[in-house]
């Protein structure tokens, strides 16, 4: 997600090829080619500018409505719907981001898949990737990438991935998923919509509410206080009640794809691939 | 030899027009030299054709007054067609075409979002005090939407 004002002109993009096997978009203002991944200007008047980025989330709809209730929805294009993949069940694989991670089986001293999912981090200068299978195994994934402590939190949902700096003012702190989950998430589900569908577009696949309950991300203990954090990065209960971890930009990516634009990442091994 | 100048105007321009398609295709690398050469030409493309075409039209029509051979004057069909199809190719993005762009994004409220499920990922973005969610199974067909958000604008890309 790119802000697209550059030099005070205001773009609009369209697609107009594939460079790496990643997407080139052209700008209609100056017909400029820009590299969808990097946000970098590859080819035309704006070569060499860069898109500024725009932070988001990529996270499941129950988790951003609660902590958004009044968000706007993309709808789409009715005429389009049936090609969109929506209303999917836990579990089900969704264009491009899985609904359940893939079994992939990592074994010591094997490559990533290229179709492996990650989450990359870039980080004063390094990157790393870490495969999304073990992040799910493992959540919460403390590491340090380029000297900062950082978490990595896949949410309740299995679905949701978002990176926090560890450090809070001069401490750095350890999480660890508390004893009782169900306890301490703290939030009764919400209601799903009710409300009748925009014409032509379908209802989703209804589980029972118990199923899915439109739930928040869960909790994550510090180690060092005992607070309680939710998965918005905020101390919902403890002596650090109140306070905010900061946010890191993650991107959930395949690994052919992450890796072709950070040649020299690192890969997360979770100690189980040694290095 | 004069005759044959129609012919290879429209080789030209059939070579102009695919070139940008056969390098961009998208299970290989492409280097920096064939991004160049595929920007020239889509930038310059509908021009080049639009002269290949004129040229074309007016050398061929000299042609058919000059041969005496039916099937001779009939052939010149093929180079006129060849490059009306490449004028026409050169002012097409076939990206556009192959995945529907959403020039007018509509929104809804999230109680009315019922076409999503809990499960489904969305790209959420907030700016200000306002909020949008874009579902992964939506731009994921699309690929790109210009939108904007408490005024700023964005696209979003996927």
Not at chain 2, 56 to 61: E, I, M, Q, R, S
Request: hydrophobic fraction near 45%.
């Amino acid at each position: 997600m790119w802000r697209s004002s550059v030099d005070g002109i205001e773009l609009t993009f369209q697609l107009v090829g594939i460079n790496n096997q990643n997407f080139v978009m052209a700008d209609r203002q100056t017909g400029t080619w820009w590299q969808q991944v990097t946000g970098e200007a590859i080819r035309g008047p704006l070569a060499g500018k860069r898109l500024e980025p725009l932070p988001w989330d990529e996270v499941g709809f129950a988790i951003w409505r609660r902590e958004h209730p009044r968000t706007q929805v993309l709808a789409g294009d009715p005429q389009h719907h049936d090609s969109y993949r929506l209303g999917l069940e836990a579990g089900d694989d969704s264009a491009g981001s899985r609904g359940s991670f893939p079994t992939l089986g990592l074994a010591a001293g094997t490559a990533l898949p290229e179709e492996a999912l990650i989450v990359g981090v870039e980080l004063g200068g390094s990157a790393k990737a870490y495969p999304l299978e073990l992040l799910a195994e493992q959540t919460p994934v403390g590491d340090t990438l380029s000297g900062e402590p950082l978490l990595l939190w896949v949410a309740e949902d299995g679905l949701s991935v978002r990176g926090f700096s560890r450090r809070l003012d001069d401490r750095v702190l350890d999480f660890v998923r508390p004893a009782d989950d169900r306890a301490l998430s703290g939030a009764e589900p919400i209601e799903p919509p009710t409300t009748a569908p925009l014409e032509g577009m379908p209802h989703a696949a209804r589980d029972s509410p118990e199923a899915t309950p439109w739930r928040a991300g869960g909790t994550l203990i510090d180690a060092q206080t005992g607070s309680t954090w939710s998965f918005s990065g905020e101390a919902i209960s403890g002596p650090l009640a109140g306070r905010r971890l900061e946010r890191l930009r993650v991107l959930k990516d395949y690994w052919f794809d992450w890796q072709a634009y950070n040649p020299r990442t690192a890969i997360y091994s979770g100690g189980r691939l040694g290095g | 030899m004069f005759h044959a100048i129609p012919y290879i105007l429209s080789l030209i321009a059939a070579i102009c027009a695919a070139l940008p398609v056969l390098l961009l295709e998208p299970s290989r690398t492409q280097s920096a030299g064939e991004i160049r050469l595929v920007h020239l030409l889509v930038t310059w493309n509908p021009a080049i054709t639009a002269i290949l075409l004129a040229l074309g039209l007016v050398l061929a029509a000299r042609s058919f007054f000059r041969l005496e051979n039916r099937a001779a004057r009939a052939a010149l069909l093929i180079p006129v067609a060849v490059l009306g199809l490449g004028t026409y190719a050169a002012r097409v993005n076939v990206f556009e075409k192959m995945f529907a762009p959403l020039p007018d994004p509509g929104f809804v409220a999230a109680h009315q979002a019922d076409f999503l499920s809990p499960h489904d990922l969305v790209l959420g973005v907030s700016l200000g005090d306002e909020s949008k969610a874009y579902p992964v199974g939506i731009v994921a067909y699309h690929h790109i939407v210009n939108d904007r958000l408490s005024d700023e604008p964005f696209v979003v890309t996927y």
